[in-house]
């Protein structure tokens, strides 16, 4: 059993080292760069060097803000982020698992024609939704606030979150729901204590999925809140990155802060995420 | 008992009536609303409803009518068709690389898996912000990004203008090339989770026959495990084609329209053309030619995925 030297081995290593390097490249220029200080990132021959010293002033610029300059700290927009991605998450996981539910044990007549209608809403390019959306937010006093994006991000939700729950649901034996109508049972009973006990990694899978896409997303966010007080992170970080004076060292700091909390669930609970995006090519 | 149950049938359909009924307006009906907009004479802030037949496609079209907004709609179309090309290209290729290599009973796959797929759990808006200042090419003098690590390993043959060089080789912008590799950096780990899930699903005894066969390693592959893949390769082609098709955050952040819409797509012109332009008609008819390309793609893929289903 010694371990031999395998030329053909030492290649498959060699290349996944090769590639893993590639792809931090942009790693490396997110931490190098949000560590220097702006004299730092000026001086074009130390551009790929690494920081002189831990310099945390870009972060506080980025978080805070240079109000002297003009430059709106981020704070406000992470935690804008937070309050959009996190009850928009929770009540598109709770409609897709109802809607799961129904669509796998409770097929109703024209079902399979309604589901996939459903599915389409979450392929659509959004461009094709975004005036009537803005006008009528507007109609209905949610023009320009975050609970219009809220309600934006519930509703186109609703195709992808419902898709996970029925491929979930459609795992659980039929028998075991028939016993416990036999027992009497009703359609909430069932819910309550057969389907949804069983349903903890599919909000799992679904509750990081729904985080991690609203928390990202961009078009609906800059086109329904104008006010840079309300909004969410991404468009904040577009606009910091858009402004005339750029400072690359600040930033590189922001969109390590805008990236820091999906990259924070993905680390921990890669397994679900990969669960989630593979789920998004509709067979489960 | 009978109409228990059929009380609890209603509930049941009650209770997913709201989301039919929301989705039915906020996609199907905002679908008709915008098409209704294409073929008005909006075109300003104050909505105008008149009904000007395709006048709005046709501009954007025609060579003669259009104008600029033709010149720019045909070099989007073109950008994004040779987007999709080379990032379609780019990710499946990769990703097939790296789900074989991992496949390989590697030590330390779960970083390296790690690694490739993280870029999927950020934003396109960070990705663009990093990509942008990596492929910054700066000025002959004071060159930036890649044009300064070129330069200072001495291949300054290989310095150009990156995503600001207007160049067109046919159709193609060469400005495209630092987008779709950023692109295809933040989506090679998802084709590489589908096809490192498909290459987990097929039976080790199926390889193992393929071996005793007289089968190399290589052959293996080729005659045993590529056969099986082909339908994930059709779902990848298909999901990343589509995002393709409507991409817009990432140009937008990284690159926008480009020195002479090198960098163009259409969504990039419907944003700017109906928030920044007000011309709301122009740009309901251009993201009405955005759907429809995209459900070109996806309606036989649904269908396709709902028989397979039914014959599961």
């Keep these: 059993m010694t371990a031999r030297f395998n030329p053909a081995r030492a290649a498959v290593y060699a290349l996944l080292v090769l590639f893993a390097l590639i792809f931090l490249i942009p790693v490396y220029v997110l931490l190098s760069s949000s560590l220097k200080t702006f004299a730092e990132v000026q001086d074009l021959s130390k551009l790929w060097s690494l920081p002189q010293g831990l310099n945390l002033e ?86 320009g606030s975050l609970w219009g994006l809220i309600l934006v991000h519930v509703v186109y939700g609703i195709p992808i979150t419902t898709l996970i729950f029925r491929n979930y649901y459609t795992e659980v034996p039929n028998e075991m729901v028939e016993a416990s109508r036999i027992d ?13 006990p069983l349903s903890l990694p599919g909000f799992v899978v679904v509750i990081i999925w729904q985080f991690t896409n609203i928390w990202n997303e961009f078009l609906f966010a800059v086109t329904t809140l104008q006010k840079p007080e309300l909004q969410p992170i991404t468009v904040a970080l577009r606009n910091l990155s858009g402004s005339q004076i750029k400072e690359w ?27 989630g995006l593979l789920a998004g090519s509709v067979k489960g | 008992m009978n109409s ?29 609303w915008t098409g209704l907009v294409s073929v008005s004479k909006w075109d300003g802030i104050q909505p105008d409803y008149t009904f000007v037949g395709l006048d709005n496609y046709r501009q954007l079209f025609s060579r003669v009518a259009g104008g600029i907004a033709a010149t720019r709609f045909y070099t989007g179309l073109w950008n994004t068709f040779f987007f999709t090309i080379f990032f379609l290209l780019l990710c499946v290729g990769f990703g097939l690389l790296l789900a074989i ?16 797929l993280f870029p999927m759990a950020i934003s396109f808006v960070v990705t663009g912000v990093v990509w942008q200042w990596i492929f910054a090419p700066g000025t002959e003098s004071r060159p930036r990004g890649i044009n300064a690590l070129l330069g200072q390993l001495g291949l300054e043959h290989l310095k150009w203008g990156w995503y600001t060089d207007p160049t067109a080789i046919g159709p193609f912008h060469v400005a495209l090339i630092p987008v779709f590799i950023a692109a295809a950096w933040q989506m090679i780990g998802y084709t590489m989770a589908m096809y490192l899930a498909g290459l987990r699903a097929i039976p080790d ?17 080729r005659h045993i ?33 480009g020195p002479a819409f090198a960098t163009d797509v259409p969504g990039i012109f419907m944003f700017e053309t109906t928030f920044q332009g007000n011309h709301y008609a122009q740009g309901a008819a251009i993201s009405v030619i955005m759907l429809l390309m995209v459900a070109l793609v996806i309606i036989p893929y649904l269908i396709y995925s709902f028989r397979q289903e039914v014959e599961l």
Excluded: C
């Excluded at chain 1, 209608?117 to 949610?142: C, D, H, S, W």
């Excluded at chain 1, 060292?249 to 669960?275: D, E, S």
């Design chain 2, 101 to 116: 290599l991992l496949d390989q009973k590697v030590k330390g796959e779960g970083i390296f898996r790690t690694i490739y």
């Design chain 1, 58 to 143: 870009s972060f506080r610029a980025a978080w805070s803000g240079i109000p002297e300059k003009g430059l709106r700290g981020l704070a406000p927009n992470l935690l804008n982020s937070f309050k959009l991605t996190i009850p928009a998450t929770i009540i598109s996981a709770m409609l897709g698992s109802m809607n799961g539910y129904v669509l796998s044990k409770w097929k109703f007549r024209g079902a399979n024609v309604v589901f996939p209608l459903m599915l389409f809403g979450m392929f659509i390019p959004y461009q094709a939704v975004l005036v009537p959306l803005t006008i009528t937010l507007a109609r209905v006093g949610l023009g």
């Design chain 2, 205 to 221: 005894d199926l390889r193992e026959a393929g071996r005793v066969d007289g089968a190399s390693g290589i052959g293996v592959y």
């Design chain 2, 225 to 257: 495990v590529m056969p099986l893949l082909r339908p994930i390769t059709f779902s990848a082609l298909i999901v990343l084609g589509h995002i393709s098709l409507k991409i817009f955050d990432l140009i937008y952040t990284m690159t926008g329209k």
């Design chain 1, 249 to 275: 060292n600040v930033v590189m700091a922001g969109a390590i802060i805008a990236a820091v909390p999906t990259l924070i669930v993905y680390i921990i609970m890669g397994r679900y995420f990969i669960r």
């Design chain 2, 4 to 32: 228990n149950a059929r009380h609890e049938r209603w509930i049941a359909f009650a209770m997913i009536l709201p989301s039919i009924i929301l989705l039915a307006i906020f996609v199907y009906g905002f679908i008709g």
């Design chain 1, 184 to 196: 009497g049972a009703g359609f909430f009973g069932i819910y309550r204590y057969i389907l949804f």
